[in-house]
């Protein structure tokens, strides 16, 4: 209150101090005397003018603010089944680089909606499908079929053949997609980049398996 | 035709009333020894800013801020459009030189202590200027739209994604949804083309009002200590019994230096060409190594090294902290002395941020800790380790190829630095050890145990016991030697020649 108070006080003041001198460019404004009153109302307006501008900064600070926030939405409002074609197509025993098109796109997206993955036939029409994403920083990782490796470019994260965590910096192993076969179609629960924060839904992999546990 | 010119003046004169201000901005006296080539660095990213905001409107000409087409119109302007590849280098190598001149800048006030009072507050907007700055050199980056943007912005959100709790959604707000694509590009658009800029220039405007305001920061001298009582008093006292006009005093300076720098950046542009774009962004080509573009592969470097447990705190509490200190540096330190010539913590610390800055940008440049992923079908064994071999090792240096050992390990001078160079392996480790440690891995290497056979291990092994200098027998174990000693048959040069011919093993 008190803060409000000086502010008021002190442009009073200074109106009020140049009150006596003649004004010479609103002279319908200015008037004569200093009267106290007149004063009061035009500083009763000015805030008045203030606050109708402040509540509708306010009120149209809400679609604003709502349409800048419109992407943060809940995982599954992003994700849907896609296919990777028939489930044949992947031989037992073997993985292979799968591609399907984000669920989730815009026409304008161009090639950002092709996105790939790695299909494992484990055998007995048992899969798993990693995302290509190091768990690290999201790099692209390789799969090596002679030494049954997923490597990464970026930081040197490697994964067993299981997407468990090999070795380097990556904090787990790498992500997976739920998968389901459907009339012969592999299908997967996609549409969203893969990250530390969305693992909710996918299965996590033990960091440790395949490693010696006696290491130091 | 002078008395025309001197009416059109007047006329514009009397409607604008510019030369009031800009008589007292040009003639206001500096200390005369602020005259000096150690004070042109601000005035030239100034002029950096307005040659990037030029540029920038001339590439939007025809750059096309849409994740389907923005990587085919930088195509268009390197090799369609007349001179577009030098509009784009242009560009290119004024941001490296905006970036480099604003550190230098920051360098040198911060030497010359001129974030004092009354400065602090010159200094805090620098602070975000340095920030934004970097920013703008991130998000260009970003609509490059290239392998290595899109790459980028996957490590950018994988960051991000390691927010407590908040994580996902910020990355949805970053990416503009589930993943990088064409509301990726609209937003890091609209950061770089008005927001940032637009910030940017209105810190400016503050930053450059403060310098006008408050006077050129005096030349520090060793004993003249900063006291807000008396500082004010005292630099009017220099300027007025030594100042001189800032123009053209000082200023010939700043627009000798701001010209030559324009000039600098015109013959690396014409010389070195643009950057990129790399291959397209297509995140379904996976055969790719991205990396970040210069002043971020420090950060590169930092994050290949961190143990894996400190990752997460360093990447979201560290640059807080780091803002947060070069923010409190004049509330810190707002008085006392300016000159570097007493202030020892000032300059330790700027020469060692100067040291770590670069060691872990020229690791950058060369990234030892990836493998290198072609190195298994590309590096050849060298014939010399091959010339004696018997077919064992022969098939062992086989299956140290074929199961992308090298990617990792360089053996002749050729390979991926992730991993120890194996050309003198057999003189620090023992057969037993080896094939221990290829079983298990540990340390940064994969265990191959499960994915090697123990044939393709004995031949590995073997292979990997004749690598070692001529002159130099392999390690052994001192406890078997010793049992073998015992044995007059056995003698130590009998057992170094038969690993080196390669031994099997037991």
């Known amino acids: 209150m008190s803060h409000e108070a000086q502010s008021e006080a002190q442009p009073e003041a200074q109106a009020s101090g140049r009150q006596p001198q003649p004004t010479t460019h609103a002279p319908g404004a200015g008037g004569g005397r200093e009267d106290g009153r007149i004063v009061s109302r035009r500083w009763l307006l000015f805030k008045a003018g203030i606050a109708l501008n402040g509540l509708v900064g306010l009120v149209l600070a809400v679609p604003v603010l709502r349409y800048l926030f419109a992407p943060w939405r809940k995982d599954s409002s992003y994700k849907s089944w896609v296919s990777l074609g028939p489930a044949d197509g992947f031989p037992a025993g073997e993985t292979r680089l799968a591609y399907y098109q984000n669920p989730f796109r815009n026409s304008w997206d161009g090639q950002t909606d092709d996105v790939a993955c790695y299909v494992r036939h484990i055998g007995q029409k048992q899969f798993q499908v990693f995302a290509i994403n190091c768990a690290h920083l999201n790099c692209p990782v390789r799969w090596f079929p002679q030494s049954q490796l997923f490597m990464c470019p970026c930081h040197g994260g490697v994964y067993y053949a299981d997407g468990s965590l090999a070795s380097g910096p990556p904090p787990r192993g790498l992500f997976t997609y739920n998968w389901k076969v459907e009339s012969g179609e592999l299908q997967i629960d996609a549409g969203q980049m893969p990250t530390l924060s969305n693992t909710a839904s996918l299965v996590y992999i033990q960091a440790d398996r395949g490693d010696c546990p006696c290491r130091g | ?506």
């Open chain 2, 1 to 506: 035709m002078k008395p025309t010119a001197g009416r059109v003046y007047a006329w514009f004169e009397r409607r604008l009333q510019f030369e009031g201000p800009l008589k007292d901005a040009a003639m206001h006296p500096v200390p005369s020894r602020t005259a000096s080539w150690f004070y042109v660095f601000g005035s030239a990213a100034f002029t950096l800013l307005f040659f990037q905001i030029a540029t920038g409107i001339l590439l939007a000409v025809v750059y096309v801020p849409s994740a389907g087409e923005a990587w085919n119109s930088l195509n268009v302007l390197n090799h369609l459009v007349e001179l577009g590849w030098y509009l784009r280098a242009l560009h290119g190598w004024g941001s490296d030189f905006m970036v480099a001149v604003v550190f230098i800048h920051m360098t040198q006030v911060f030497f010359f202590g001129a974030y004092k009072f009354p400065r602090e507050l010159t200094w805090t907007l620098g602070v975000f200027l340095l920030v934004m700055t970097l920013g703008m050199a991130f998000t260009g980056q970003v609509l490059r739209f290239d392998q290595d943007a899109y790459w980028g912005l996957g490590i950018g959100a994988s960051i991000l994604s390691r927010v407590p709790w908040i994580g996902g959604g910020l990355v949805h707000l970053l990416l503009g949804g589930p993943i990088i694509a064409g509301a990726t590009l609209t937003r890091f658009f609209a950061l770089h083309v008005f927001i940032i800029p637009g910030a940017m220039l209105l810190f400016v405007f503050l930053h450059v009002w403060m310098v006008l305001k408050l006077g050129i920061n005096e030349w520090p001298m060793p004993g003249r200590l900063v006291r807000r009582a008396t500082y004010v008093k005292e630099y009017e006292e220099i300027t007025r019994k030594d100042g001189i006009p800032f123009i053209p005093g000082a200023f010939w300076r700043d627009l000798a230096f701001s010209g030559a720098i324009i000039a600098a950046v015109a013959v690396c542009a014409f010389v070195l060409g643009p950057f990129g774009p790399s291959g397209q962004p297509d995140p379904s080509i996976i055969q790719t190594v991205p990396k970040p573009d210069f002043p971020f592969l420090w950060i590169y470097t930092v994050l290949a090294y961190l143990p894996p447990q400190m990752e997460t705190p360093f990447m979201l509490i560290a640059p807080i902290l780091a803002i947060a200190a070069l923010l409190a540096v004049p509330f810190l330190a707002g008085e006392g002395e300016k000159s570097w010539h007493r202030r020892p913590v000032a300059v330790l610390a700027v020469s060692s941020i100067a040291v770590f800055w670069g060691v872990l940008t020229n690791l950058g440049t060369f990234t030892p800790w990836s493998p290198h992923m072609n190195a298994w079908s590309s590096d050849p064994i060298p014939v010399r380790y091959l010339r004696t071999a018997t077919p064992l090792v022969r098939q062992g240096a086989a299956v140290f190829q074929a199961k992308q050992c090298r990617n990792c390990h360089s053996i002749g001078g050729a390979g991926g630095l992730r991993g120890p160079a194996l050309d003198d392996v057999a003189t620090r480790m023992t057969m037993d050890q080896m094939r221990f440690k290829v079983v298990t891995g540990g340390g940064n290497m994969p265990a191959y145990g499960k994915n090697l056979s123990p044939a393709e291990i004995d031949a590995l092994v073997s292979f990997l016991e004749t690598l070692h200098p001529a002159n130099e027998p392999p390690a052994y174990d001192a406890a078997q030697r010793a049992l073998e000693l015992d044995q007059p048959s056995a003698s130590p040069a009998a057992h170094a020649n038969s690993s080196a011919q390669g031994n099997p093993g037991p």
